[in-house]
């Protein structure tokens, strides 16, 4: 099993509810996902309100190879995260690496696989 979190940074003062419900939806038909909890990490300040979405995923590694499950999960995230309305960032951490997952690499995506290892 392969553990991870995505974070998720809308425009502020974006309504989360819609975004988490859709992944949520999303992560419940991925067949690389064993388990999910996604919630609102939104920050609240004086100045403005900062909306976040912490997705935290355990995945199901395909025999003993953790990047084959890293691949697909990172595909279902871009494929999910294009429609999610507001969006300013995403980033996928497994073991303290981190990488955009809109536009991390191959390089990247198997350096993350290798941290699971």
Known sequence: MTIASLQIELASGTDTDPAIADISKALDAAGEVEKFKVSDDSERGLAEI????????????????????????????????VEVNNLKTAILEVNGRKVDVLNASDEEIAALAEEAA
């Open 50 to 81: 900062a909306s976040l979405i912490a997705v935290s995923v355990m995945l199901i590694d395909q025999g003993s190879n953790a990047l084959e499950s890293i691949r697909k999960f990172v595909a279902t995230a871009r494929a999910l995260l």
